[in-house]
């Protein structure tokens, strides 16, 4: 079962593009660190946040909607 950092994390990022598509793009960030989607921690997130904040914005074509999910990627991984 995914844990609650993960579940926060595909959320905020499915805010911004496709669910299916936000939830494939951070399981493969996450299995590239080496981590797993049912151990992710919230320290962990500081780990993975630049891969994903990347690899997510490959489909984000407005810069301003970009803007805002690097903002919320900073805002969660400092909770």
């Not at 995914?2 to 805010?15: I, K």
């Not at 593009?17 to 962990?44: C, F, N, W, Y």
């Amino acid at each position: 079962m995914p844990s609650t950092a993960y579940n926060s994390l595909v959320n905020l990022v499915a805010r911004f593009i496709e669910p299916v598509k936000a939830a494939d793009i951070v399981s493969r960030q996450v299995a590239g660190k080496h981590l797993t989607m049912d151990a992710l921690t919230t320290a962990d997130l500081a780990t993975v946040h630049i891969s994903i904040k990347t690899a997510a914005g490959l489909y984000i074509p407005d810069a301003e909607a970009k803007a805002k999910m690097i903002e919320a990627l900073k805002t969660l991984c400092a909770t």
